[in-house]
Structures are given as structure tokens and as C-alpha cells.
């Protein structure tokens, strides 16, 4: 903010300017004029902006499920993340476990605007299926992770509107609601807690179509990648009008690997393992 | 019993690991990433009619094994190994193995496109439809394995892929041909004369080892999946001749030489899925043995309910309609039919999925009932429970008719490992 001002005013009005940017910075953050739905945006904008440029990443994903007996159950698989600057994520899914789906793959183009494309490898038929994208708000593998709750939280996905800051732990986090923008989407709104200081995800409650809180996802055990890219070890989903809940646990997180566009390909998914 | 043609697949795998295990020893300082994974399966089908001709029984039970082996070099490239084995109680025929997948995969970059190739023994699947494969050529049908033409053999060939943001080119070179599996005397499911597979008959001289060719062009246009394909070379798909031998009549299966160019079209549109398959086949002969080049076709759509009643389920309904030009001469079951299902999926911890499909001739009486349930028992168990029922089977169905008494329910348990 301080740079454009700099850039674009004269000198003679330098000192005021710069004078205006401190006041405001000690009374709020914000500016004063901004409405909460346009400080919305600019903190999703900002957060979204915090992580660019990580190019691509792998991890390994466990998720426990667990319905309102406690009875367990196990998912693994592999995940590979790639950048793409101009529109959505491209990403890969390899399931390892259950050991009946050992090997089916997803592949996902998220867009910006568009709906996202996705197909699904079936190595048992070695067919490389087209599939709807309709199916946003259906669970992830009989998680309670929703394939839209997964897939790239782009900007344009939601509108927002800013709603208070306050403490989470240690740190102070802004509160904002976020609307769907997809009307296939299985929420109403969603509220978001990020810490001021990294812009890093804390808490998000979801609020189903009727507006009943459904689902409470809190991330844990943030660990920063090439003093960058912070990215939390564990993420917990709990949904309160089931009392289902999943874990998921993400592990060996490796960044800018040799990955690219060629490994995100129809042809590429026949060779995903 | 093991064919000739298994053995020697069964050979040309044995080669192939050698090669691999000699090539680890070689490299015994680079490292190598090793998996082993599969599953074994109990089966048990259930003919609930008596058979239409002598020595067939009731029940057939058995086992199947199929395990994969995955290396990968540091280097890059890594070898696939999918052997295959059945055991059936009822039918000696039935109890084959094969070599599902025995290649070298390598793949690379050039500019902004990349190569990939694939040496030995795949499955290679083209199509979109549910039905009836129309497009899917590559690999010969192990059509012991179920009446429903979807398990395939192993095919020996040298397939590179080119592809790029133009999308993707394929190329064949397939130098062996495998003959189709059929029930022997004791199986069900077969018609009134024993089809003899060990008896074949090419139009090549060169029989079986007769160099075949195929090309693919696929490409993702935003909601469109497209793909182009040529084949030439020997029919997958025999002609059944019939022959008089010295245990009697006789079915001899005939592999002609044709070429097949295909067309495979998908449009994903929100919950809807439009598809279109489409052939010309030239060179074949029709059921009359006939020289008729001919062009068919499989549309349909499938839609989905997404988390129906506030649920997790998903509710899908597709109907697929199967057009043969050649009509009553058509060498096939879908001359005209309709395919209308539904599927259940429950989205559940079990993986639950219900489908049931029934299958109409328009120009017979005949009808076909398919239920499926599919579910997940353990992380490392599953099972399925399948129902095909034939009902009003019109005698002029010629090729249903001598099956007309072989509606069954199958149970299987899978141990995934």
C-alpha cells in the first residue's frame, strides 16, 4: 500500500501521505472507507497472493474416518499439487488404501469460473473415465470431506464479507463469511478464520443450505516449506449433525519437484501410481 | 488345460523377467522400487435351470488369482507384470490362465510434447459407453470369464503415445493375434455345438502372427472427450463356421482381416453425461458369411442426482441405444437394443453400490436383467452379488435362444492385497 503511494504520488504530498499510512495502520488495518464486503475480498485476495508461486508440491495423505461409534476406519493416498498462475490448480489423486481401490486415480483442472474437469483411472479396466463435477458437494471416499471442501479454494469461488478479528490461540485472526459462488455447491456460507500474521487457515465452519452449521474443519501442526509455504500437518473434520469425523494427516511434503504439465494429462493419469 | 497360445505368453513373461531380474542384478547399486499387490477372489455361480444340453451342472465354483508386480528404476523406466489364474469346478475350459499385462514402460520429453512407450503384454481400453465396447478393438475378449464381453486377454505390442496440448496420438504394432475363449461341453452359456478354439482358421496366411496396426487420436475440447481410431488388421471377432470332425459337428472359429475406423465422443455438461460410439468395419463377413462392410453405433446419456434426499447417495439413470446396420445379419447381440439402468451409489465407508440394468431387443422379444451389488467389507475385503436374468427369449433370437436356460447369480469374495 505504502510502495503505490509512493509511486504515484508527488513529493509535496509525500509527508501527509505517508503520515495517513501510519495513523491508519495503528487504528485498523483496514481502510476506514472499505466496505466488509470488499475487506473480504482483499483478505482472501491477499492470502491467495501469500501462496503463490510454490510451482508444485507432493504429499502423502492418511484419513481416518470415524462415525459416531468411534469405529475407525483407513484411507490412504498420494497427492500432487500443480500451480497453475492464470487459472485453477491442476491435481492428482493416488489411492493406496482401501487396497480395493489400490491404484484408481483422479485427476482434477480446477478452474477459476468455469466448473472443473475431472477424470477418474480405473486400473482394473484400465479406463480413463470423463466424470461430472457436479458431484462438489459429495463426500471424498465416504469421508466428511466434501470434493469442494479438497479442490482449490480459488478467489472467484466465493464472495465475502469481513466480519470482526479476534484471538485464536496465540495469534489474532480475521473472521470472514464466504459464499459459494457455484450454485451446486452444498453450503449456504462458510466462515473463515486465517491468522494476520502468515494469512495461514485456522478454522472454517460450514453452514449447509439451510443454513445449519454442519461441519467444523480446524488445521494444526502448521510447518513452513522453502520459508514460504506454510502447510498444516493435520486437519480435522467434524460434522455435528452426525457426529462422524475424519482426520487427515498429510506427511512427506515436497515442493518444486520435477513435476509439470505432462504429468497432469489424460496420458499421464494412465501412468499415476 | 493350458492352451498353446497361453504358453507361450507364459514364455515370452518368463523372458521378460529375466530380463528384469538380470537388469537388477547389472544395476545392483541403483536402487529399486519394488511393489507387489493384487487380489484373490471365491467365486461361486448358481444356474438356476437345468442345462439345455448334457454334462452341464448346476454350479460352478472356483477361485481366481491375479497379483501385479511393479518395478521402477531410478532411471525412469519400470516393468508391469499382471499374471492371471482362474480354477472352475464345473467347467475344465473355463479354468485359464494368462498374461493380463507383462511391459516396459518408458516415457519422455521432446520440445513441448512428450513420448511414451509401452513394450509387451497390455490392456488398452477405447470408449466411452457402458453397453456394448463397439470402439474398444486392441484386446481379444476372455469371454469365459463373463457373458458381458468386458475381461480381455493380454495382447502382445509396441504402443508409443505422442501427445502435447494438441492433444494425443497412439500408434499400434501388434505382431500376435489371441484367439477369443469359449466354454467347453461341460460350461454353461455356450451354444448347442461346442465352439472348438483350438481349431482356428485365419485369412492371413501368416495366421495368427499376422502384423497388425492401430492408430488413436484423442483430445479433452473443453466439455467434448474425443477420440479417432483405425485398426487393420485381424479381426477380434470370429466368424463361427460350422465343421464336421470326428466327434461330430462342430463350431470353428474363422479370423478374417478387416479395418475398423472409430469415432468415440463424450460431452460432460453438469450432471449429464452424453455419449456417442461409432464404427465402419470393412472387409468382414456377416452372419450369412457374406462379404458386408457396415457401420454401427451406440448413443446415450446417463444422469446424476447428487446426494439425493439430503443424503449421501448419488442416483444415476443412463440408457444406451445399440445400432447394427447390418440388422439380423449382424454377427452380435445389439442389433437394435436399448439398455436402460440405474445406479445407487451410497457413498458410504462400504463403498455400497447398487446396478441394475435391463437390456431390450427391439426387433425380439428378448430381454436381460443385470443386478449388481458391489460393497467393501475391509480395508482388504469386498464382495459382489451379481443376477443376470434372460426372460421372454424369442426363438428367433438365434444367439440368445441356445443360452435361453443360463440365467445365473454369481457371490464373490475379494481379498485385496
Given at each position: 500500500?505504502?510502495?503505490?503511494?509512493?509511486?504515484?504520488?508527488?513529493?509535496?504530498?509525500?509527508?501527509?501521505?505517508?503520515?495517513?499510512?501510519?495513523?491508519?495502520?495503528?487504528?485498523?488495518?483496514?481502510?476506514?472507507?472499505?466496505?466488509?464486503?470488499?475487506?473480504?475480498?482483499?483478505?482472501?485476495?491477499?492470502?491467495?497472493?501469500?501462496?503463490?508461486?510454490?510451482?508444485?508440491?507432493?504429499?502423502?495423505?492418511?484419513?481416518?474416518?470415524?462415525?459416531?461409534?468411534?469405529?475407525?476406519?483407513?484411507?490412504?493416498?498420494?497427492?500432487?499439487?500443480?500451480?497453475?498462475?492464470?487459472?485453477?490448480?491442476?491435481?492428482?489423486?493416488?489411492?493406496?488404501?482401501?487396497?480395493?481401490?489400490?491404484?484408481?486415480?483422479?485427476?482434477?483442472?480446477?478452474?477459476?469460473?468455469?466448473?472443473?474437469?475431472q477424470w477418474l483411472y480405473l486400473p482394473a479396466l484400465k479406463r480413463v473415465k470423463r466424470i461430472s463435477s457436479s458431484n462438489r458437494s459429495g463426500s471424498f471416499m465416504g469421508s466428511e470431506f466434501a470434493y469442494e471442501d479438497l479442490t482449490a479454494q480459488e478467489v472467484e469461488k466465493f464472495t465475502y464479507r469481513y466480519l470482526r478479528d479476534e484471538p485464536c490461540g496465540k495469534l489474532?485472526?480475521?473472521?470472514?463469511?464466504?459464499?459459494?459462488?457455484?450454485k451446486e455447491s452444498g453450503y449456504r456460507r462458510q466462515l473463515v478464520w486465517l491468522d494476520q500474521d502468515e494469512l495461514r487457515f485456522w478454522k472454517i465452519q460450514y453452514y449447509d443450505r439451510k443454513d445449519a452449521h454442519l461441519k467444523t474443519l480446524t488445521f494444526e501442526n502448521y510447518e513452513q516449506y522453502l520459508s514460504k509455504f506454510w502447510r498444516a500437518g493435520l486437519m480435522k473434520m467434524v460434522n455435528h449433525l452426525t457426529g462422524k469425523s475424519t482426520t487427515m494427516t498429510w506427511a512427506n511434503y515436497q515442493f518444486r519437484t520435477d513435476l509439470d504439465d505432462r504429468d497432469f494429462t489424460k496420458t499421464g493419469l494412465r501412468r499415476a501410481r | 488345460m493350458l492352451c498353446w497360445a497361453t504358453l507361450k505368453q507364459t514364455l515370452l513373461g518368463a523372458v521378460l523377467i529375466?530380463?528384469?531380474?538380470?537388469?537388477?542384478?547389472?544395476?545392483?547399486?541403483?536402487?529399486?522400487?519394488?511393489?507387489?499387490?493384487?487380489?484373490?477372489?471365491?467365486?461361486?455361480?448358481?444356474?438356476?435351470?437345468?442345462?439345455?444340453?448334457?454334462?452341464?451342472?448346476?454350479?460352478?465354483?472356483?477361485?481366481?488369482?491375479?497379483?501385479?508386480?511393479?518395478?521402477?528404476?531410478?532411471?525412469?523406466?519400470?516393468?508391469?507384470?499382471?499374471?492371471?489364474?482362474?480354477?472352475?469346478?464345473?467347467?475344465?475350459?473355463?479354468?485359464?490362465?494368462?498374461?493380463?499385462?507383462?511391459?516396459?514402460?518408458?516415457?519422455?520429453?521432446?520440445?513441448n510434447s512428450e513420448w511414451e512407450l509401452r513394450l509387451g503384454i497390455d490392456r488398452v481400453f477405447w470408449g466411452v459407453v457402458e453397453s456394448y465396447h463397439?470402439?474398444?478393438?486392441?484386446?481379444?475378449?476372455?469371454?469365459?470369464?463373463?457373458?458381458?464381453?468386458?475381461?480381455e486377454l493380454g495382447q502382445l505390442m509396441a504402443h508409443v503415445t505422442w501427445s502435447g496440448e494438441w492433444g494425443a496420438a497412439e500408434f499400434f504394432a501388434m505382431p500376435h493375434h489371441r484367439e477369443r475363449t469359449f466354454p467347453g461341453r461341460r460350461g454353461r452359456l455356450r451354444p448347442a455345438i461346442i465352439i472348438d478354439d483350438g481349431r482356428p482358421s485365419y485369412e492371413s496366411s501368416a495366421e495368427e502372427w499376422h502384423l497388425d496396426f492401430a492408430a488413436r487420436y484423442s483430445q479433452s475440447l473443453g466439455a467434448f472427450d474425443i477420440g479417432i481410431s483405425v485398426f487393420?488388421?485381424?479381426?477380434?471377432e470370429p466368424l463361427l463356421r460350422s465343421r464336421h470332425h470326428d466327434d461330430g459337428l462342430i463350431l470353428v472359429p474363422h479370423y478374417e482381416q478387416v479395418r475398423q475406423f472409430g469415432l468415440d465422443v463424450q460431452l460432460t455438461s453438469n450432471s449429464w453425461l452424453f455419449k456417442l460410439e461409432a464404427i465402419h468395419r470393412a472387409d468382414s463377413q456377416n452372419l450369412r458369411f457374406k462379404e458386408e462392410d457396415f457401420e454401427a453405433f451406440v448413443i446415450g446419456g446417463e444422469y446424476t442426482f447428487y446426494s439425493i434426499l439430503d443424503s449421501a447417495i448419488d442416483f444415476s439413470v443412463l440408457g444406451?441405444?445399440?445400432?447394427?446396420?447390418?440388422?439380423?445379419?449382424?454377427?452380435?447381440?445389439?442389433?437394435?437394443?436399448?439398455?436402460?439402468?440405474?445406479?445407487?451409489?451410497?457413498?458410504?465407508?462400504?463403498?455400497?453400490?447398487?446396478?441394475?440394468?435391463?437390456?431390450?431387443?427391439?426387433?425380439?422379444?428378448?430381454?436381460?436383467?443385470?443386478?449388481?451389488?458391489?460393497?467393501?467389507?475391509?480395508?482388504?475385503?469386498?464382495?459382489?452379488?451379481e443376477l443376470l436374468s434372460l426372460f421372454n427369449v424369442d426363438k428367433e433370437d438365434v444367439q440368445i435362444d441356445q443360452t435361453r436356460r443360463d440365467s445365473f447369480i454369481e457371490f464373490h469374495l475379494n481379498y485385496n492385497f
Open positions: 500500500m505504502i510502495a503505490i503511494i509512493y509511486q504515484n504520488v508527488r513529493p509535496v504530498f509525500l509527508l501527509f501521505a505517508l503520515h495517513f499510512a501510519i495513523l491508519t495502520c495503528f487504528v485498523s488495518p483496514k481502510l476506514e472507507s472499505a466496505t466488509p464486503e470488499e475487506m473480504g475480498l482483499e483478505i482472501a485476495r491477499k492470502a491467495d497472493l501469500r501462496d503463490e508461486g510454490f510451482e508444485n508440491f507432493t504429499a502423502q495423505q492418511t484419513m481416518v474416518l470415524r462415525n459416531k461409534h468411534g469405529q475407525e476406519s483407513q484411507r490412504q493416498l498420494r497427492v500432487k499439487i500443480l500451480e497453475i498462475p492464470e487459472d485453477g490448480n491442476k491435481s492428482l489423486f493416488v489411492f493406496d488404501s482401501p487396497r480395493d481401490v489400490q491404484g484408481t486415480a483422479l485427476l482434477i483442472h480446477s478452474h477459476k469460473e468455469a466448473p472443473d474437469d489474532t485472526c480475521t473472521v470472514s463469511e464466504r459464499f459459494p459462488v457455484d | 529375466f530380463a528384469i531380474v538380470f537388469n537388477s542384478q547389472v544395476c545392483a547399486n541403483s536402487e529399486i522400487d519394488l511393489q507387489l499387490f493384487g487380489h484373490v477372489s471365491v467365486e461361486s455361480r448358481w444356474y438356476p435351470e437345468n442345462g439345455a444340453y448334457s454334462s452341464q451342472s448346476h454350479h460352478a465354483s472356483g477361485f481366481v488369482l491375479e497379483p501385479e508386480l511393479y518395478f521402477e528404476s531410478v532411471s525412469g523406466w519400470s516393468f508391469n507384470l499382471v499374471p492371471f489364474f482362474r480354477y472352475d469346478s464345473a467347467d475344465p475350459e473355463r479354468s485359464h490362465a494368462d498374461l493380463r499385462e507383462a511391459y516396459f514402460l518408458l516415457f519422455g520429453e521432446i520440445g463397439l470402439v474398444d478393438i486392441i484386446n481379444q475378449t476372455d469371454l469365459i470369464e463373463h457373458p458381458d464381453e468386458e475381461v487393420d488388421g485381424t479381426s477380434r444406451e441405444w445399440t445400432y447394427d446396420g447390418r440388422g439380423s445379419d449382424a454377427t452380435n447381440a445389439f442389433e437394435d437394443d436399448l439398455l436402460i439402468a440405474t445406479r445407487l451409489a451410497f457413498n458410504d465407508i462400504q463403498n455400497t453400490e447398487i446396478y441394475a440394468s435391463i437390456l431390450e431387443d427391439r426387433q425380439h422379444s428378448t430381454n436381460a436383467l443385470v443386478v449388481e451389488v458391489n460393497r467393501r467389507i475391509s480395508d482388504q475385503w469386498s464382495m459382489n452379488l
